[in-house]
């Protein structure tokens, strides 16, 4: 077993945005193991637990997936589609060792450059209820709550939607 990936200062500067389509098993293996910390946390659990590789090559087939890398490996990924004149971005995942190294803001630019260039409001996401340190980290990307939302047979508020104009 080799020790985990640590970001360093240096290696910031070699993030990319990878045009190529990532391997499946990758790309799941990667958003299960930054998701993992809500585990046990949020109701009802993330629709990730019901997906596997092949609903990831779906996805991409439908939506616009934007991936990160480092040195050819698989560091982040958001999905984004249009949702009326937003662009909804959702499974925004970065590996959980390349953490706070300005991974996930990459990925957000790309997004907002993208939701730009199709000449769209902003960018649109929802993130749980319970999981505040997400509400903080997007507050500080310039996301604002615009509405609070209930999943299917749940009577109490359990995700949040927020915004992000352009």
Same mark, same amino acid.
């Given at each position: 077993?080799? =020790?985990?990936?640590?970001?360093?200062?240096?290696? *910031?500067?070699?993030?990319?945005?990878?045009?190529?389509?990532?391997?499946?098993?990758?790309?799941?293996?990667?958003?299960?193991? =930054?998701?993992?910390?809500?585990?046990?946390?949020?109701?009802?659990?993330? @629709?990730? /637990?019901?997906?596997?590789?092949?609903?990831?090559?779906?996805?991409?087939?439908?939506?616009?997936?934007?991936?990160? @890398?480092?040195?050819?490996?698989?560091?982040?990924?958001?999905?984004?589609?249009? %949702?009326?004149?937003?662009?909804?971005?959702? %499974?925004?995942?970065? @590996?959980?060792?390349?953490?706070?190294?300005?991974?996930?803001?990459?990925?957000?630019?790309?997004?907002? %450059? /993208? =939701?730009?260039?199709?000449?769209?409001?902003?960018?649109?996401?929802?993130?749980?209820?319970?999981?505040?340190?997400?509400?903080?980290?997007?507050?500080?990307?310039?996301?604002?709550? *615009? =509405?609070?939302?209930?999943?299917?047979?749940?009577?109490?508020?359990?995700?949040?939607?927020?915004?992000?104009?352009?």
């Amino acid at each position: 077993m080799s =020790a985990p990936e640590h970001s360093t200062r240096d290696d *910031v500067a070699k993030i990319e945005l990878d045009p190529r389509a990532p391997d499946w098993d990758e790309l799941h293996s990667l958003i299960t193991a =930054a998701y993992a910390y809500m585990s046990g946390r949020i109701d009802p659990p993330s @629709s990730l /637990l019901a997906m596997v590789p092949a609903d990831f090559a779906q996805k991409a087939a439908d939506e616009h997936l934007i991936v990160a @890398s480092v040195d050819g490996r698989l560091v982040g990924c958001v999905f984004c589609r249009r %949702k009326s004149e937003w662009l909804y971005i959702g %499974k925004l995942a970065v @590996s959980p060792a390349r953490q706070r190294s300005g991974v996930g803001r990459l990925l957000i630019n790309a997004a907002q %450059k /993208l =939701a730009d260039e199709e000449g769209l409001a902003g960018l649109e996401l929802e993130t749980r209820i319970e999981l505040t340190e997400n509400h903080r980290a997007f507050d500080r990307l310039g996301f604002v709550t *615009v =509405a609070e939302l209930s999943h299917p047979g749940y009577t109490r508020i359990t995700s949040i939607r927020m915004r992000s104009p352009l």
